[in-house]
């Protein structure tokens, strides 16, 4: 599969619209994993792309770099367009060529567009096609068309003049079609006048084209009817697996899949066969992943997404919400309180609104504002917050008009008011205040106050940040271990490596004892 570097992509835009200054001079300073100063080298832009792949762009050229930085292969009058990995597409003027992402030139740079797969590359010259086979290392004409594009699945999809489309990879690429998608990563949707069908990576039919109606669902899997019966099929690599057949009416209502019998509500579908086969079903509401079950006789149950029970059906609710740690929020007439997984009502229906329970602690909404309670209903942080967060690590996010507050557990704030503040994917705190940024750890510990422009952690103990143009890095202390000096750093952790560029008028720069950086003068901007 492909992987997409967006971020890369940002960076390339900028350098095509904004070229590097000439007169400084550049210096990138390479630092060991412990910011030992190992080695500096030459002037450029050097741009990391996946996992070990190393591109330097200065002036009009660019170079692929080994794992000492030293450039192996050059080329003249260059920019760096894209990178999909293994391709990299550059471009010469107006006009485009491509290069494995080993350095080896696949394609000549005179084509007007190249779009890449894994395993290909499309390339447009006016309305002629071409394909570059990374297997057969052979580049072939396609023909002309109004226009192709690469599917999900490694496929060309073409279409002519006409408005007719066709697949000139396929093992059929005369035939026309009426129309072809991909909604899915595996397989393509073709319709032609006999009907539906579908059609594999090598470009065969696996579901021969007579079906009436067919609809994606997720992945590979499709729900199609045909004449009377319905249809659940997973398209596989050499056929499509029919795993659920009927006669009897299955219908998509409100994001569920259910199938009626004689008339009534019998099962509610999955996409591969049934979830759930019971009778007595009035309806069915979807709630994030799970289900509301009613029941003509004024019952309701939660269903989970492997079709068990979470809550039993329950005559107490008639809406249950997703819970945890036992607990479920539950809307008794106009109110909300929690039952546990057998019905019974735990806590009494008291509250505007209910979140899960975390950590013991689970936010309500009382008389319009958020506070918190334990597990016995008792109120350990009173309702005056206007959005409450769950609890992690003992800290929950909560909202008092403009500001945003972390507390802890007992309600006791442990920052200064931000105007917002976000959890992180390893857990850290981003806090922003005036529109600069600081960082407080998982335990609520503040690192820095919002004082930056950037800040991001980039592993154990090292914090990247930025403040105006100047990069540098902290540890979780505060401490710097580079200073807010350099113009661009970069991570290089496939190579273990920390990369940072300097631009200075003139080398001035100490050393200290064993290549730690000692003293720093800028005179270019007095950072």
């Not at 016995?376 to 942080?381: E, Q, R, T, Y």
């Not at 991001?456 to 103990?461: A, I, Q």
Request: net charge negative.
């Amino acid at each position: 599969m492909k992987k997409n570097y967006p971020i890369c992509f940002l960076l390339f835009a900028v350098l095509w619209l904004s070229p590097f200054p000439e007169s400084r001079a550049q210096t990138w300073e390479v630092f060991d994993s412990d910011f030992n100063l190992e080695k500096k080298i030459s002037s450029g832009n050097i741009f990391l792309l996946g996992n070990s792949l190393r591109i330097n762009v200065w002036e009009n050229d660019l170079s692929f770099l080994d794992p000492e930085y030293n450039s192996f292969v050059r080329i003249d009058s260059a920019r760096l367009y894209q990178y999909l990995e293994p391709w990299i597409v550059i471009k010469n003027g107006d006009t485009f060529g491509a290069f494995h992402e080993y350095g080896e030139q696949v394609l000549e740079s005179e084509y007007d567009e190249i779009t890449t797969f894994y395993t290909h590359l499309l390339a447009r010259k006016g309305t002629d096609y071409y394909v570059y086979d990374r297997g057969k290392r052979t580049t072939e004409s396609i023909g002309s068309f109004a226009n192709a594009r690469i599917a999900k699945n490694g496929q060309v999809i073409a279409q002519h003049a006409d408005g007719s489309f066709a697949l000139p990879l396929s093992q059929m690429p005369e035939r026309r079609f009426l129309a072809l998608t991909d909604p899915a990563p595996d397989v393509i949707l073709a319709r032609e006048a006999t009907g539906y069908g579908l059609i594999n990576r090598e470009g065969s039919y696996i579901l021969e084209p007579i079906i009436d109606e067919i609809s994606h669902l997720e992945e590979n899997h499709f729900f199609a009817k045909n004449n009377r019966e319905y249809l659940l099929i997973n398209a596989l690599s050499t056929d499509a697996d029919i795993r659920y057949n009927s006669f009897h009416r299955i219908s998509i209502e409100e994001g569920v899949m259910v199938e009626y019998i004689h008339g009534k509500l019998r099962r509610i579908m999955k996409k591969d066969g049934i979830l759930l086969d019971i009778v007595g079903m009035d309806s069915v509401r979807k709630i994030d992943a799970y289900y509301n079950v009613h029941f003509r006789d004024a019952t309701t149950g939660l269903l989970n997404p492997e079709g068990k029970w979470e809550v039993r059906p329950t005559s107490v609710a008639r809406q249950l919400l997703p819970g945890n740690q036992g607990l479920y929020g539950a809307r008794i007439g106009g109110r909300y309180g929690y039952v546990d997984a057998a019905g019974n009502t735990v806590i009494d229906a008291q509250y505007d609104e209910v979140r899960p329970f975390s950590e013991g602690m689970a936010a309500v909404k009382l008389d319009g504002k958020w506070g918190y309670i334990d597990r016995a209903n008792a109120l350990i942080v009173p309702c005056t917050y206007d959005a409450a967060g769950s609890f992690s690590q003992g800290i929950a996010i909560v909202a008092e008009g403009e500001d945003r507050h972390l507390i802890g557990r007992n309600g006791e704030r442990l920052l200064e008011t931000c105007d917002r503040i976000s959890r992180t994917q390893d857990g850290y705190y981003l806090l922003e205040k005036n529109g600069l940024l600081g960082l407080a750890r998982p335990d609520g510990q503040l690192i820095c106050s919002p004082q930056f422009d950037e800040i991001r952690p980039e592993g154990p103990n090292r914090i990247l940040i930025r403040k105006e143009s100047n990069y540098g890095i902290m540890r979780e202390d505060g401490d710097f271990v580079l200073p807010l000096y350099y113009s661009r750093i970069l991570f290089d952790k496939d190579n273990q490596k920390i990369l940072a560029k300097s631009e200075t008028d003139e080398a001035d720069l100490d050393e200290a004892d064993g290549g730690k950086k000692k003293k720093r003068r800028r005179k270019a901007t007095g950072a």
